[in-house]
Structures are given as structure tokens and as C-alpha cells.
């Protein structure tokens, strides 16, 4: 049997079997795939997280309409029309109850844009407010100054927390008791209280929040970039820096700061929603903007006592409002997640 099965073999075509040629260094060498920094590494994760990238072209949408409507707007946002007060929403083509400029009046349903004596070709596409003002051109202005007052909030995160948690994480001892203790006072104050003592001394509007945000609420980035800061101190690098001469400058910009700057991108971006909810809150109460101005929480707050009546003045701020503060959150996930080489694909 066995020799039976030799003499198979042997009888096989040996032209059929050509030996593998052998690999060149070069090739032995040669990198499977492209050589990746961390950035690029974490872009090519964070664009498989779907709602991220969702979160990130929908900002974007926002961000640009805001921008391009300081130049072109659908109505004056400050303009004032007494004829035209509490229009409902009427978009032109559309005949759909609550967008076709019709409303209930005494249980009939009423053209109140007949009613108002409208010129043809003026639509208001999400109605008036009580004073007549267009609602879709208050909302571009609030939605402006709540970004602008969110990217403020961000840029005081990094020039006063980043700034304090390294110089606190760096010399320790009892100079970072001293600055740690400081920061308890701080967060031990209330944010509304801060606020009220800031319209005491400053007349309500965007500086006086903006003050009130630059007392406190960057006291989170410190804590967070002190933990990092303190982590990374007694690594090798940091240690070879130091025995090499490096002053505690060079340090933190060249070794430290960039080594946790994926931390501080995280922590930014959860800080830009808590900063839009913090300015809607304040004006809702009263205590934010002042007319004739306008942001998301003074539009809430103006369609809040109409709700009942009225309820579209207060749904649309409340929903771009929502969808703002998710994309910024579920954007902020998505970057912790990419940020994390330990993240399974």
C-alpha cells in the first residue's frame, strides 16, 4: 500500500510544482501598512463612530448658518410691527395645519395672515413673536450669541484651567496644596450666586456672563489637566527632560501639554453645552440678556408665557436648543472614544 502510494507521487508532473521564490530584504522590510500619528490614528476611529460624524457636519450646517446670517438675515431680528403680532408660522407651497399661516380664533380656523392685512410675498416662515418681530431671524441671533458665549467658555478653559492645572500638577508640594485649596473656595460658591453679584457690579449682557463663567466654571479643566499633569511628571521622558537641563517651561509645553491634549479636547467639548445650558438658564430667569437683544434662553423664555396660546414660539428654541447641546455631547463621546488607544475597533 505504501509503495503503491509512492509510485503515485513519483508519477505526478513535476513541472506542476515550481519552489517559491524566496523573499528579498526589501520586501521582508517593508511596513503592511502606512505608519499612522496619534491624530490621524484617532480621526481614522473617530469616522467610524457614525453619530459623531452626524454631530460634526450638523454643527458645522450651524455653525455656518449662524455666521452667514450676520450678513444676509429674512427679516430685521429687532424690527418691531404691531400689525403682525403672534403671525403663526407660513412657509409658501406648503399647505400643512401649524405651516400654512392659519390658526384657530373662536373655535373657526382663521387666515391670519388675511387677517393681518399681510402684503403678498411676506411670509413668516416660524411666525412673530408678540411685539411682530420675525421669529426665524431672532432665533439665527440667539443662536449666535450662544455659540459665541459657549466659545468663550471654551477658550477661558484653556488659557485659565489648562494654565493652572499644569503649573499646580508641575511644582507640587506645597504650592499645589496652597492652589488646590484655592480652587475648593472657588467651586464651593454657587454659580447663580456669582452671577448676581456680576449684574451688582456689571450692567446684564455678555460680559457679565462671561465674567461669571471666568470665576468658576473652568475649575474642572484645572482639576482634570493637575491629574494628567501629575501622571505624566515622573514618566522617563519627563525625568530625561529634567536631568538634561529642560527648564519646567519647556517641559510642560513640549512633553506635557501635548501628551494630554487629547484629554483637554474632551473636556472642551463638554464644556461648550454646560456653557449654552448656563446662558439659557440665566436668561430664562431673567438674569442673562436684556432686549432688544435675543439668545435661545430669552427666546424661551418669551414663548414660555405664551405656551399655552402659542406653543411654536417656544418649541423651536427649545428643539435647536436640544439639538445643539446633543451634538456637542454626543461629538465629545465620540472623541473620548477615538482618543482611547485601549478602545476596541
Known amino acids: 500500500m505504501e509503495e503503491k502510494t509512492i509510485n503515485q507521487v513519483a508519477a505526478i508532473d513535476a513541472a506542476k510544482f515550481q519552489p517559491l ?98 402684503p403678498e410675498g411676506t411670509y413668516y416662515l416660524l411666525g412673530t413673536d408678540g411685539l411682530g418681530r420675525d421669529l426665524l431671524s431672532r432665533l439665527f441671533v440667539g443662536t449666535r450669541i450662544s455659540l459665541l458665549i459657549a466659545f468663550i467658555a471654551a477658550l477661558l478653559d484653556i488659557i485659565f484651567g489648562v494654565t493652572y492645572g499644569l503649573i499646580s500638577g508641575l511644582l507640587g508640594g506645597r504650592v499645589d496644596n496652597i492652589m488646590q485649596r484655592f480652587l475648593e473656595i472657588l467651586s464651593g460658591i454657587p454659580n447663580l450666586v456669582v452671577m448676581i453679584l456680576m449684574l451688582v457690579v456689571f450692567k446684564p449682557g455678555i460680559f457679565s456672563i462671561v465674567a461669571a463663567m471666568a470665576i468658576t466654571n473652568w475649575i474642572p479643566m484645572a482639576r482634570i489637566v493637575r491629574a494628567q499633569t501629575m501622571k505624566l511628571k515622573d514618566q522617563e521622558f519627563v525625568l530625561a527632560a529634567t536631568t538634561l537641563g529642560e527648564s519646567r517651561m519647556k517641559i510642560a509645553m513640549k512633553h506635557i501639554l501635548p501628551n494630554i491634549s487629547s484629554v483637554i479636547i474632551v473636556q472642551m467639548m463638554f464644556s461648550i453645552p454646560s456653557a449654552i445650558f448656563f446662558e439659557a438658564f440665566l436668561s430664562f430667569i431673567g438674569l442673562g440678556l436684556k432686549p432688544p437683544s435675543a439668545s435661545l434662553g430669552m427666546l424661551l423664555s418669551d414663548g414660555y408665557k405664551t405656551f399655552l396660546f402659542l406653543p411654536y414660539q417656544m418649541w423651536v428654541p427649545a428643539v435647536t436648543l436640544s439639538v445643539i447641546m446633543i451634538g456637542f455631547n454626543l461629538l465629545a463621546d465620540g472623541l473620548r472614544d477615538a482618543f482611547d488607544p485601549k478602545m476596541k475597533e
Do not use: C
Not at 524566496?22 to 480621526?43: C, G, H, M, V, Y
Not at 446670517?69 to 403671525?87: E, G, M, R, W, Y
Open 21 to 118: 521564490q524566496k523573499n528579498t530584504k526589501e520586501e521582508r522590510e517593508a511596513i503592511a501598512a502606512p505608519s499612522l500619528t496619534f491624530f490621524q490614528d484617532s480621526w481614522r476611529r473617530l469616522k467610524k463612530n457614525k453619530a459623531a460624524v452626524f454631530s460634526i457636519v450638523l454643527l458645522l450646517i450651524i455653525i455656518a448658518i449662524s455666521i452667514i446670517t450676520i450678513f444676509v438675515s429674512p427679516h430685521d431680528p429687532t424690527a418691531q410691527n404691531v400689525k403682525f403680532t403672534n403671525l403663526p408660522p407660513k412657509i409658501p407651497g406648503l399647505n400643512l395645519p401649524g405651516l400654512n399661516g392659519y390658526a384657530m380664533v373662536g373655535g373657526e380656523l382663521v387666515d391670519k395672515y388675511a387677517a393681518a392685512n399681510v
